[in-house]
């Protein structure tokens, strides 16, 4: 009864062949100003099937923007978006889903008095008898949701439980096994972990892999260079609206990315401030050295 190939139901997906190397999106000097604000300029993204791309930034960097652009929010006011190798401009985020990009927010868009089963399906309920006789067809989509929470891994107790029980980090769980189930082949998740403790956070990345092994490309956006580093394959730090650093995985290490994105500078300058104030350990900070060393983006000094 269950159709246990992820995927084509429900939304429909156009036809789409992702391009050499399994790139999904890019990105390619693309730019947003609102009016004369420049939010975000110059930047060069690659999403890839199979891989975790994060993007990491400070308040106010352009991260939200970035995703807005692909999510089908905004569109771009300078350079290229490219969806399977073809140049888009999409006028709303329905036109990004049919591409099989899918956004999660941070403010979940879901029903908190709804069973989970009903949240699962919200929108793209399932039918059955013909019309004028058409009805919900609740057992299907129970089973449905269970199946496909359980291809996540993701076991809940009791799917009946309006959704506003479960905890931030499930609800999460949720809403990333109802974009794999619709059909999404790029997946947004916009600060999935901000609000969560460590536990919690743990258990979202773990669902964040799981998409990922299932082949979707994964767009990560976070503030915690731990977090990112965790799941991540590539890493582009944003800082006011350019890209700082992009590099793989292979070419950055776990300090260089915190580095990077506490800007070492600044924290030099905070530390050397904070030694002048009593009842603070400044010993159990980095040294003033590790915080202002260079990173080069790239050992092969490649662009
Ligand atoms: N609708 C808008 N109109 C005008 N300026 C905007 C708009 N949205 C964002 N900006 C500006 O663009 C810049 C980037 O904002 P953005 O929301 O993309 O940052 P962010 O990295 O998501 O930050 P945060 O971590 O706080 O969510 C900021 O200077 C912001 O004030
Ligand atoms: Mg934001």
């Given at each position: 009864m269950?159709?246990?190939t992820?995927g084509?139901?429900?939304?429909v997906?156009?036809?789409?062949a992702p391009?050499?190397?399994?790139?999904?999106?890019?990105l390619r000097?693309a730019g947003?100003s609102?009016?004369?604000?420049?939010?975000l300029?110059?930047?060069?993204?690659k999403?890839?099937?199979?891989?975790?791309?994060c993007?990491?930034?400070?308040n106010g960097?352009?991260?939200?923007t970035?995703?807005?652009?692909?999510?089908?929010?905004?569109?771009?006011?300078?350079g290229?978006?490219?969806?399977?190798g073809?140049?888009v401009?999409?006028s709303?985020?329905?036109?990004a889903?049919?591409?099989g990009?899918?956004?999660?927010?941070?403010?979940l868009?879901?029903?908190p008095?709804?069973?989970?089963w009903?949240?699962?399906f919200?929108?793209?309920?399932m039918t059955?008898g013909?019309w004028?006789?058409r009805?919900l067809?609740?057992?299907?989509m129970?089973?449905?949701a269970d199946?496909?929470?359980r291809?996540m891994g993701?076991?809940?107790?009791?799917l009946?439980q309006?959704?506003?029980?479960?905890s931030?980090g499930q609800?999460?769980?949720v809403?990333?096994a109802r974009a794999?189930?619709?059909g999404?082949r790029?997946?947004i998740?916009?600060e999935p972990?901000a609000?969560l403790?460590?536990k919690?956070?743990?258990?979202v990345l773990?669902?964040i892999?799981a998409?990922?092994?299932?082949?979707?490309?994964?767009i990560?956006?976070t503030h915690?260079?731990?977090?990112a580093?965790?799941?991540?394959?590539?890493?582009s730090?944003?800082r006011l609206?350019?890209?700082?650093?992009?590099?793989d995985?292979s070419e950055?290490?776990l300090?260089e990315?915190?580095?990077?994105?506490?800007?070492g500078a600044e924290?030099?300058?905070l530390?050397h401030?904070?030694?002048?104030v009593?009842?603070?350990?400044?010993?159990?900070l980095?040294?003033?050295?590790?915080?202002t060393?260079p990173?080069a983006?790239?050992p092969e000094?490649?662009?």
């Amino acid at each position: 009864m269950t159709d246990k190939t992820s995927g084509t139901h429900g939304a429909v997906v156009q036809d789409s062949a992702p391009g050499q190397d399994g790139l999904l999106v890019e990105l390619r000097g693309a730019g947003k100003s609102y009016g004369n604000v420049r939010a975000l300029h110059g930047v060069d993204l690659k999403v890839h099937a199979g891989q975790v791309t994060c993007v990491l930034g400070d308040n106010g960097a352009g991260k939200s923007t970035l995703i807005k652009i692909i999510s089908g929010l905004h569109q771009h006011t300078e350079g290229e978006f490219l969806v399977d190798g073809t140049a888009v401009r999409f006028s709303t985020p329905r036109e990004a889903l049919d591409r099989g990009i899918a956004t999660v927010y941070q403010d979940l868009a879901t029903v908190p008095l709804m069973p989970v089963w009903r949240n699962f399906f919200l929108g793209s309920e399932m039918t059955r008898g013909p019309w004028p006789v058409r009805r919900l067809d609740i057992p299907r989509m129970k089973a449905t949701a269970d199946q496909e929470l359980r291809n996540m891994g993701i076991v809940l107790d009791d799917l009946e439980q309006p959704i506003g029980t479960l905890s931030g980090g499930q609800r999460q769980c949720v809403a990333i096994a109802r974009a794999v189930y619709f059909g999404a082949r790029v997946l947004i998740l916009d600060e999935p972990t901000a609000a969560l403790g460590v536990k919690q956070s743990g258990v979202v990345l773990k669902y964040i892999a799981a998409a990922r092994d299932r082949g979707l490309g994964v767009i990560f956006i976070t503030h915690n260079p731990h977090h990112a580093y965790m799941v991540g394959d590539h890493f582009s730090v944003l800082r006011l609206g350019t890209l700082e650093l992009s590099a793989d995985r292979s070419e950055v290490s776990l300090e260089e990315l915190t580095n990077h994105m506490a800007g070492g500078a600044e924290l030099a300058a905070l530390k050397h401030e904070l030694a002048q104030v009593r009842g603070v350990d400044t010993e159990e900070l980095p040294e003033e050295d590790d915080l202002t060393a260079p990173v080069a983006p790239s050992p092969e000094g490649t662009t």
